[in-house]
């Protein structure tokens, strides 16, 4: 005969039965705990505890933030989680209030362990017919429950729970468990601590809380994946409304503003973190791996607002264009922005490489101090006259951006313009290693090609420079030529010396106010900003840096990976973005320095005769009026196009000195038309010899025999 299975013919016990034994076992433990201390059980689980932490000593997620204190960008824990670290100071005191009220109203009298608590928990249970009303649990104990990471599930882990409590009570004030739950208390996924979660669900720093956010905040630790609001916000609200009628019935909260509170939104979705400046934060991070916070120069306002205004340009010019700008006080050389890239994940214009870094061909933007340098040697005053004129340096040949000559022309002008030629005529007068010592008084690092010596090329663009090097430099010229330090919070400033200048204050000047006077671009007012434009060879790099009374600010557009971008300039691309920085600057805004003491402001009739007319030392090599020569192709030489093969390749010709408009010949028939371009396509018939000539307006010419195959 078969026995019948234990659990065959037997009754379930009723529900209430069950709770009064549980109920009747919590009573006895609680009696047994308060006559002889549980002795014996306390000592076991006491030896066990792990250390007691401390807010301020706990795995948070590093932060960065501005000079306020702002949060720039945090970095998630080493395994994975938004843990920030926060004080009950930074909370709003509604949410304490409520959360007090709600989860332990006795916190600031008990030990640890909440009797009466207890006692109505088991009483609720049973009344309720074996569900869980509410638990016993007091905010101690569900931090301790949080240290160990392991919830209860048993009465030995209940009473390893108390035992814990008593223990954090023993060891810590109330303010000091408190900030332990507001960092610990999980809140969904990977968000733990009620600062994480107040900026994934909302947005914001918990500083400011509506009613509904702070019952939503209170009621989300109790359950936090079931009440998730981004996976569930119907159990959201749920719990949310519940928490706001327990309070109603409390008399924690007026009836009328819990109503208020229910016909709030919950979030449906989680926001991202901030992460504004997050190339200098990476670094900030990288290189203060062992600091929880990091507070750097930036300025968050303005860094949000550059940031928003790089991604528009760039979207506007090309995907596979960045954006970077820089952003510092001339007085204090503090970054008050730094914005990397067009958006650091912007995988079509390489987002995460820092472009404020980047080394760089700089184009013109050293023009401003070649200049300074004639002044302060005495070469010459703005007003100076200079010969805008082809002229040749041995096998260097310089041209203008347009092609076109001015004859004479002011130093003024010549900088206005942006005209290359008077630019490396000055330049070879005051010697490019001058200039090269001087780019590094102004604490930048020019680069300069292997093994080689500073040469007549670096005045335009012929060495590496980065963004932020070329802020440095603009930044000594608007401080009167004293260098300023560029400074950002990672790394500690080197302590003050005493640097040569990079300008005296006379020449500093002459430059600063000639760049008040370069025409703005659309969008800019004159005589605002001082402000030159550059753009390197091939259009790769499109500068455009300036500086007002208190702010100088450098952009950079162009792409990361080095090719040309077609029609690319400073004046069109960077130029633009430059003045609208300027406008986001708000009350940083300040007027451009009055003249210094010994600058003399004078027509060119009133300058003292040396001045009148810039002079080269050497001055018989500089070519005025020289005949035109055929630069290209050279005389003799063999030109392979491809012909042999059928080929329709043109052949450019091109011509330096000689006066504009130029006529040019092909075996004596011209081609073209007359212009004023140094260069001109010709398509030839077929392979073989060439002469090809050219005549300027002055009737002078030049001839070449080439070979093209």
């Known amino acids: 005969m078969n026995r019948p299975d234990a659990s065959q013919g037997q009754k379930a016990p009723h529900p209430w039965v069950r709770g009064l034994t549980l109920a009747g076992f919590g009573l006895f433990l609680l009696g047994f705990a308060g006559t002889i201390q549980l002795a014996s059980m306390t000592a076991e689980i006491t030896a066990t505890l792990p250390p007691t932490p401390h807010a301020e000593t706990l795995p948070v997620s590093a932060e960065v933030t501005d000079r306020d204190g702002n949060l720039l960008r945090p970095f998630a824990t080493a395994d994975g989680r938004w843990r920030l670290p926060i004080s009950r100071q930074e909370v709003d005191p509604r949410f304490i209030d409520m959360l007090l009220a709600y989860e332990d109203r006795s916190f600031a009298s008990h030990d640890g362990i909440a009797w009466t608590s207890m006692l109505r928990a088991a009483g609720q249970f049973i009344a309720a017919g074996g569900h869980v009303v509410s ?16 919830p209860t599930r048993n009465a030995w882990g209940k009473l390893r729970q108390m035992v814990h409590a008593r223990t954090l009570e023993q060891s810590l004030s109330k303010d000091e468990i408190l900030d332990l739950y507001l960092t610990l208390a999980p809140y969904g996924g990977n968000i733990e601590g009620i600062r994480a979660a107040s900026l994934a669900y909302f947005g914001k720093e918990p500083t400011r809380l509506t009613t509904a956010q702070a019952a939503l905040l209170v009621a989300l630790p109790q359950s936090p994946e079931a009440r998730r609001p981004d996976r569930d916000p119907v159990a959201a609200r749920a719990s949310r409304d519940k928490v706001l009628d327990r309070l109603v019935a409390l008399g924690a909260l007026p009836f009328e503003e819990a109503l208020a509170a229910k016909n709030e939104a919950v979030p449906t979705a989680r926001r991202d973190f901030p992460m504004l400046a997050a190339h200098m934060a990476e670094q900030a991070v990288r290189t203060r791996p062992d600091e929880r916070t990091i507070h750097l120069t930036i300025d968050r306002k303005l860094q949000d607002a550059l940031e928003r205004l790089a991604a528009a340009r760039a979207r506007l010019i090309d995907p596979r264009v960045s954006v970077a700008i820089v952003a510092a006080d001339i007085d204090s050389g503090e970054i008050l922005s730094s914005v990397g890239s067009a958006g650091l994940l912007a995988t079509q214009s390489a987002g995460f490489v820092d472009m404020t870094r980047a080394v760089r061909s700089p184009g013109s933007t050293l023009k ?10 005495g070469l010459a005053h703005p007003e100076s006259l200079i010969e805008d004129r082809p002229t040749a340096f041995g096998g260097y040949v310089p041209v203008n951006f347009d092609g076109f000559s001015r004859g004479t022309v002011t130093i003024h002008d010549a900088l206005t313009l942006s005209l290359n030629i008077p630019a490396v005529v000055v330049l070879d007068a005051v010697g490019p290693a001058r200039l090269v010592s001087r780019l590094k008084r102004a604490h930048a690092d020019p680069r300069l090609p292997v093994d080689t010596a500073p040469s007549l090329a670096v005045g335009l663009g012929g060495a590496g420079i980065s963004l932020r090097d070329l802020v440095s430099v603009y930044a000594a010229i608007a401080h009167g030529g004293e260098p300023v330090t560029l400074s950002d919070g990672i790394t500690p400033p080197p302590p003050p010396s005493l640097s040569a200048p990079v300008l005296d204050p006379v020449s500093a000047w002459y430059v600063a106010d000639i760049l008040a006077d370069v025409p703005p671009p659309l969008n800019g007012s004159p005589g605002r900003v001082a402000y030159k434009t550059g753009t390197s060879y091939g259009y790769r790099d499109a500068w455009a840096i300036g500086f007002d009374g208190k702010t100088v600010i450098g952009v950079w557009v162009g792409r990361p990976d080095g090719a040309p971008v077609p029609g690319l300039s400073g004046i069109l691309g960077a130029a633009p973005i430059l003045f609208e920085a300027f406008d986001r600057l708000g009350n940083r805004r300040a007027p451009l320095p009055r003249a210094p003491k010994g600058a003399l402001i004078a027509s060119n009739a009133d300058l003292p005769a040396p001045l009148r007319r810039f002079r080269h030392p050497d001055d018989d090599m500089v070519a005025r009026d020289a005949a035109p020569e055929i630069a290209f192709p050279g005389d003799g030489v063999a030109v392979e196009l491809g012909l042999d093969q059928g080929s329709a390749a043109q052949l450019m ?53 080439v070979f093209l195959n």
């Not at 260069?679 to 002078?700: F, H, K």
């Open 135 to 150: 638990g016993g649990s007091t905010l101690t104990m569900q931090v301790a429950r949080l240290i160990e990471g392991e």
């Open 368 to 377: 401003p101090l070649i200049y300074g340098l004639a002044f302060e040697q």
């Open 653 to 705: 010709v091109k011509v330096r000195n000689g006066v504009p408009p130029f006529t040019y010949f092909a075996n004596g028939a011209p081609f073209g038309r007359p212009n004023f371009a140094r260069q001109e396509a010709w398509t030839p018939d077929g392979p073989g010899y060439v002469t090809l000539s050219v005549v300027d307006a002055e009737g002078r010419g030049d001839s070449v025999t």
